[in-house]
């Protein structure tokens, strides 16, 4: 079955950057969307950014624009989000998800049908 696992998260002072990976496994890598979302403490999980089969499309919540750019690499099966100028509003569980299907939206959770265990990024203050 596929599976995506996440790495890079890790604590980080404001202002810094952390790099965050998916790597997918268990199945061809012909996801029509990845995404990343993420959950507070306390907080329901909110969309981060996501990336169509293509890399061309891409989408990003309001809060993360012009900091955060997000990527693929079809060869190695992999999602990346990079997370420049973090805040402490940034910290949270940081969740990869992979859509099997086409959506016209990637940003509501229901688009997607496989998710990672998450990592963690916590940014202090």
């Known amino acids: 079955q596929v599976q995506l696992v996440e790495s890079g998260g890790g604590l980080v002072q404001t202002g810094g950057s952390l790099r965050l990976s998916c790597a997918a496994s268990g199945g061809t890598f012909t996801f029509n969307a990845m995404g990343w979302f993420r959950q507070a403490p306390g907080k329901e999980r909110e969309f981060v950014a996501a990336i169509r089969l293509s890399g061309i499309s891409t989408m990003y919540a309001e809060s993360v624009k012009g900091r955060f750019t997000i990527s693929r690499d079809n060869a190695k099966n992999t999602v990346y989000l990079q997370m420049n100028s973090l805040k402490p509003e940034d910290t949270a569980v940081y969740y990869c998800?992979?859509?099997?299907?086409?959506?016209?939206?990637?940003?509501?959770?229901?688009?997607?049908?496989?998710w990672g265990q998450g990592t963690q990024v916590t940014v202090s203050s």
């Open positions: 998800a992979a859509a099997g299907t086409f959506h016209y939206s990637i940003a509501p959770r229901s688009s997607y049908d496989y």
